[in-house]
């Protein structure tokens, strides 16, 4: 079992940084590749990012790559999600989701969800 719970989200302008956080608890958080997803109202829940168990492979949604970065602490189990250079676009709910699936690149197949933070990018 993993809880993972995310902050860090808020109303920002566009151009603007923000890093969203999750700490998950549980003993087996380095046993999972973890991720972020995200959901905009009215549209499907995608895929962001994702990083594998030990956190050296990560993988990224082409609408994100360049500007978004996941990294992981396993000791302190943690995960991340840094977003720079925001855009209208990016407004959605992000979640912080587990998966025994290391290599794992979409939107299903993953074991746990946190209940997701709020990011809101003007115009």
């Known amino acids: 079992q993993v809880l993972l719970v995310e902050s860090g989200g808020g109303l920002v302008q566009t151009g603007d940084s923000l890093r969203l956080s999750c700490a998950a608890s549980?003993?087996?958080?380095?046993?999972?590749?973890m991720g972020w997803l995200r959901q905009a109202p009215g549209k499907e829940r995608e895929f962001v990012a994702s990083?594998?168990?030990?956190?050296?492979?990560?993988y990224y949604a082409n609408s994100v790559k360049g500007r978004f970065t996941i990294s992981r602490d396993n000791a302190r189990r943690m995960v991340y999600l840094q977003m720079n250079s925001l855009k209208p676009e990016d407004t959605a709910n992000y979640y912080c989701a587990a998966s025994s699936r290391n290599d794992i690149q979409s939107s299903s197949g993953w074991n746990y969800w946190g209940q997701g933070t709020q990011v809101t990018v003007s115009s």
């Open positions: 549980g003993r087996a958080f380095g046993s999972y590749a």
């Open positions: 990083i594998s168990r030990s956190g050296g492979i990560t």
